[in-house]
Nanobody, 122 residues
């Protein structure tokens, strides 16, 4: 198993930026594809971005493409989500997840962090 802990959430004005970080422990980090999902109040948990174990493949939700960037540092056992040009619609709890391959699907990820709140004010 792998334990995931997100950090970096907070309150930011529309148009601002945040960088989320997810620290992994318990298993070799480089084995896992990593993903970011988000869930707003009253909404389903939605895919945001994913990255393959060696960073060769990335996927993004259309709603964040061009604004968010997923990256990973396997030596540091971390995955990041750089979020630029934030909109109020980006407000949600953001979760990182680990799975066997990069995917847009919730079910592809076996391990999840506790989430970190991102609030974008208008």
């Amino acid at each position: 198993q792998v334990q995931l802990v997100e950090s970096g959430g907070g309150l930011v004005q529309a148009g601002g930026s945040l960088r989320l970080s997810c620290a992994a422990s318990g298993r070799p980090f480089s084995y896992y594809a990593m993903g970011w999902f988000r869930q707003a109040p009253g909404k389903e948990r939605d895919f945001v971005a994913s990255i393959s174990p060696s960073s060769g493949t990335t996927y993004y939700a259309d709603s964040v493409k061009g604004r968010f960037t997923i990256s990973r540092d396997n030596a540091m056992n971390r995955v990041y989500l750089q979020m630029n040009s934030l909109k109020p619609e980006d407000t949600a709890v953001y979760y990182c997840a680990a799975g066997s391959l990069a995917s847009r699907q919730f079910g592809a990820y076996a391990y999840w962090g506790q989430g970190t709140q991102v609030t974008v004010s208008s």
